[in-house]
C-alpha cells in the first residue's frame, strides 16, 4: 500500500534548486534581466548574448563569509551559480592592460527561493550585499512557483541584489 509523505520547506527548496540547475542556460525570464545588467557594466568591446550565460549546480559546499568589527563571522550558501563569458572577436578593441586578453567574466551566485512561505535570512542578505558592493561578483535571489507541476515551474521574481 503507498503512503504519502508531506513536503517540508527544506524538501521544497530542494525540488526549487533542483529545477533550476537542471537546465544548462537559466530559465525565462532571467537571461533577458542579465543580459541587460551585463550591458550597463560591461567594457564597450563586450556584446552581451544569451548563449554565453551557463548554469551551474553548487554542489562544492562555497560559503562566502565576511567578518564584522566585532569579529562575528556572517556565511552564506549559494544555491547555484549564473556564469557569463564574452571572448573577444576579431574586430574588438579589447585594451592592452586588460588582464584576461580577451576574456570577460562575470559570475551571479543565486539564492533559490521556492514557494510562497520562503524567505530570504537576515545573513544571506547581508552577505549579498556585501559581495554587490565589494567584489566581481552580482548576487541574485531567484523566486520560483511551483505550482504548474509536474508540467512546469515559474520564475516569480529574480532580485539582482544591491549594497545598501
Known sequence: MAETNELDPAHIGTVGE???CAAYAPPSPIPHILLDHIEEISPEWVTPEEGSLRVFNSQDNHYFSIEDANGETTRW??????S???FARDGDT???DHQLGGQWMLEFPVEIKTGPRAKVEANQRTVMEYLAANTDYQPIIVRLGLDGMPD???VE????????
Open 94 to 96: 579589447v585594451p592592452e
Open 157 to 164: 521574481e529574480v532580485e539582482l541584489v544591491q549594497s545598501d
Open 152 to 154: 512546469e515551474f515559474v
Open 18 to 20: 533542483a529545477l533550476f
Open 77 to 82: 550558501e549559494k544555491d547555484a551559480e549564473i
Open 84 to 86: 557569463y563569458s564574452y
